[in-house]
């Protein structure tokens, strides 16, 4: 089993900041396996899940061409966590964001409300 904790979510106002985190723990993760591309995804109300950005253990980096420049994701694979850090927040990005992790295959997070309601 391998459990994705999100935090950091919250209320800010426009063109505020946040840090979202992403805690990954698990039997399999503690028996030495390694973690492969993790990300973050999110989804507003009444629409699809989209992409965030995703990093690689080794650090390469997407963005979704709609956060480039404003948010930056990083990684602690020592600590086996993702962070989002976002500025320049606007109302459009008001979702629940969602971690993910590629442990042997994708895996999720429960979500986290990031700027509610702008």
């Known amino acids: 089993q391998v459990q994705l904790v999100e935090s950091g979510g919250g209320l800010v106002q426009a063109g505020g900041s946040l840090t979202l985190s992403c805690a990954a723990s698990g039997a399999i993760l503690s028996l030495g396996v390694s973690i492969g591309v993790m990300g973050w995804y999110r989804q507003a109300p009444g629409k699809q899940r989209e992409f965030v950005a995703t990093i690689t253990g080794d650090g390469r980096i997407n963005y979704a061409e709609s956060v480039k420049g404003r948010f930056t994701i990083s990684r602690d694979n020592a600590k086996k966590m993702v962070y989002l850090q976002m500025n320049s927040l606007k109302p459009e990005n008001t979702a629940v964001y969602y971690c993910?992790?590629?442990?042997?295959?994708?895996?999720w997070g429960q979500g986290t409300q990031g700027t509610d309601s702008l």
């Open positions: 993910n992790a590629d442990v042997g295959r994708p895996r």
